[in-house]
């Protein structure tokens, strides 16, 4: 199974940004949908946002006009950017994406997860 990285984690304040992102860890492949999730510490995991490359982006509801979900036009690379971040905004950020390569076809993958910090 193809394995996906996410990068762009890390501390920031109540306010700040951050721009997470997603890759496959292989030479040869296409994302053709993309899910980023979350999960706060003693809580369920939840869907933040989801696009495909021929729809348009859904969000939860706690982060609509604050996240932007996207994938780039080689189809390599998921992206969210997350502005004016909130402390409940803090969680492990999960990347879930279709990914086809020429020898396992298309299958889901996820991610191992990014932490994301929010100061007060």
């Known amino acids: 199974q193809v394995q996906l990285v996410e990068s762009g984690g890390g501390l920031v304040q109540a306010g700040g940004s951050l721009r997470l992102s997603c890759t496959a860890a292989?030479?040869?492949?296409?994302?053709?949908?993309a899910e980023w999730y979350r999960q706060a510490p003693g809580k369920q995991r939840e869907m933040v946002a989801t696009?495909?490359?021929?729809?348009?982006?859904n969000y939860a509801d706690s982060v609509k006009g604050r996240f932007t979900i996207s994938i780039d036009s080689a189809r390599k690379t998921v992206y969210l950017q997350m502005d004016n971040l909130k402390p409940e905004d803090a969680a492990v950020y999960y990347c879930y994406a279709n990914v086809w390569t020429p020898s396992t076809g298309s299958a889901y993958c996820w991610g191992q997860g990014t932490q994301v910090t929010v100061s007060s």
């Open positions: 696009v495909t490359i021929k729809s348009s982006p």
């Open positions: 292989t030479s040869d492949f296409l994302i053709s949908v």
